[in-house]
């Protein structure tokens, strides 16, 4: 049985957290573009869910040799969408983290905000125009850049949260 | 160089190091990790790639040539990525000792009051 869903998430770790409470429901998430996930009907918490930015597209070089070492370790990639690859393991292997210390998740979030905080200020910058001469296109850049603060901040959060933690813990 | 490096090793690069004393490719290294530390220590995909990159670049570990039907790349410890284990080792059981150390007098101390 499958069943598609139409959602845009804004922050990823959010969109990660829905993607496992489907899986835990016995919704496996196969495949994903444009705010278009498909699920497929399995066993309840078969799969543990991750998302994660890569430096490069997904088609590029680099991002292929990490990839297929992920495929090595037992990790499948489910979808791909630009720099964003979908992942997930059986959680009869135990648990699933891509990150499993400090350093390198703070880096992840980093090249999270690097890559939403210009098209942010972009967005805001666009849509201040629609606010003040008024055309109504750039009322989506309003928007969008207004939606985009929220994951911005809490990212952020993270990453001070983690730094903090850094001073006295590897 | 290695010598002149005198911070203390993450418990990641430590664990790789130690598990790259034999030829490994990334997922063994993984089991290999989690086997030895029994479950404590969880290598994730994402740090262990980052690390195993990183550690070639500073000659820690090497690639070993591809054989045989194996597409999986193995790595192994480098001279200098065995001098600088063998000084993480000798820091950590410095700091052992100077806990057993200190913790044992004090229980002296105690047991003479």
């Known amino acids: 049985m499958k069943k598609t869903v139409i959602k845009f998430y804004s922050n990823f770790e959010k969109e990660e957290q829905w993607l496992n409470r489907m899986a835990a429901q016995g919704w496996h998430c196969t495949d994903y573009a444009l705010g278009r996930y498909v699920f497929e009907k399995g066993e309840p918490g078969e799969y543990i869910y991750r998302l994660q930015l890569l430096d490069y597209p997904a088609a590029h070089a680099e991002s292929a040799a990490y990839l297929a070492f992920l495929e090595e370790t037992g990790v499948e990639v489910i979808a791909t969408w630009f720099r964003w690859v979908f992942l997930r393991k059986k959680a009869a292997d135990g648990p699933f983290e891509i990150f499993s210390d400090r350093e390198s998740r703070i880096s992840h979030y980093k090249k999270v905000i690097a890559m939403l905080l210009p098209i942010t200020i972009f967005n805001l910058i666009m849509g201040m125009r629609a606010l003040l001469d008024g055309p109504r296109l750039y009322s989506v850049n309003l928007f969008a850049g207004v939606i985009a603060i929220f994951p911005l901040i809490s990212y952020y959060q993270r990453t001070l949260l983690l730094h903090k933690e850094g001073r006295i813990r590897e | ?113």
């Open chain 2, 1 to 113: 160089m290695a010598l002149e490096e005198q911070g203390a090793l993450t418990e990641a690069v430590f664990y790789i190091l130690l598990a790259l004393h034999q030829p490994l490719h990334g997922y063994g290294i993984m089991q290999g990790v989690q086997e030895l530390t029994n479950n404590r220590v969880v290598l994730g995909p994402g740090t262990l790639y980052g690390a195993l990159n990183t550690l070639v670049e500073k000659d820690w570990i090497k690639p070993l040539a591809e054989s045989g039907d194996s597409r999986r790349k193995q790595y192994v410890i480098t001279e200098q990525g065995e001098l600088v284990f063998q000084q993480e080792l000798a820091r950590l059981e410095e700091l052992v000792h100077h806990g057993k150390l200190v913790l044992r007098s004090a229980d002296h101390e105690k047991d003479s009051d």
